[in-house]
């Protein structure tokens, strides 16, 4: 009986807590299918109107919405992917390499996380405007391309997950070190990378200080920049915002949903392995 007491106690906070993590984006779809009068009502609507399309369509006469996602979408996708790999193979270094001044570099390493990026600005754009990269999403992608708390999480992860043994039978079969990081690491870090990969996309697609700017026309605005456009001086149109920002949440959601189950189904795998 207290068994069974138990797992309904489980059930019943996981339940509520799902619930609580739901609620505001639920909350900002019901906001979205609104007119602006509603909204500002009290007390306000809890469910859905039926001025989604009309909301979502004064989106597409202000803001140039699917070009903005799609800039977006280049920007966190090649981030992501860089990161993943320059990241990995150089915590696969800090992790099971010997070299002289491993330790300084990596204490350096983690000094650079304590410094607010904000500081980094004016060298930064610096560096762009000599490259003559200014408006060109490459100003974005490429400072995006390594991360220190990447290389931080990496080497960590490797350091706990991957056995020495495994790398020194590989050596000794005759693979070189690119080989042993493929074909033996990899493998093994995939929730590593499903975790950095949700947390840099989720970066990348929310940054808004620095592609504001470097990215000063409207051709090249990834979706955070151009759904500040929404907002005007004079007028408030609630519901258009919130109908611009619940329609770009929903690639990160879907992103979440894809690398989430990736990180389970390693998790598992590597469970049933050992």
Not at 121 to 129: D, E, F, G
Not at 208 to 231: C, K, M, N, Y
């Amino acid at each position: 009986m207290s068994n069974v007491i138990s797992k309904i106690s489980l059930y019943a906070v996981l339940i509520i807590g799902a619930l609580l993590s739901v609620f505001p984006f639920y909350w900002m779809f019901v906001m979205a299918t609104n007119h602006n009068n509603v909204i500002n009502s009290v007390p306000p609507a809890y469910l859905p109107g039926a001025e989604l399309v009309t909301n979502f369509q004064n989106v597409l006469d202000n803001i140039d919405f699917f070009g903005a996602i799609g800039n977006s979408l280049i920007v966190a996708t090649i981030s992501t992917i860089g990161v993943l790999f320059l990241c990995s193979l150089a915590g696969f270094a800090f992790a099971k390499y010997h070299f002289k001044g491993k330790n300084l570099l990596f204490g350096l390493l983690l000094i650079t996380m304590m410094v607010p990026p904000q500081l980094g600005l004016i060298p930064q754009y610096y560096i762009i405007t000599q490259l003559g990269w200014l408006n060109d999403l490459k100003a974005v992608i490429v400072p995006g391309l390594i991360d220190a708390f990447g290389i931080f999480w990496m080497r960590q992860y490797i350091s706990s997950n991957v056995p020495d043994e495994l790398l020194d039978s590989a050596k000794i079969d005759g693979c070189s070190r690119l080989r042993v990081y493929w074909n033996i690491a990899v493998p093994i870090i995939l929730p590593a990378f499903a975790t950095l990969a949700i947390i840099k996309f989720m970066y990348m697609w929310n940054d808004f200080l620095w592609p504001l700017v470097v990215l000063r026309d409207e051709s090249v605005h990834t979706i955070q920049i151009a759904l500040r456009g929404l907002i005007d001086a004079y007028v408030k149109d609630n519901g258009m915002i919130l109908s611009g920002t619940f329609w770009a949440t929903i690639p990160l959601v879907l992103i979440f949903l894809l690398f989430n189950r990736l990180f389970i189904s390693s998790l598992t795998q590597g469970a049933v392995k050992s």
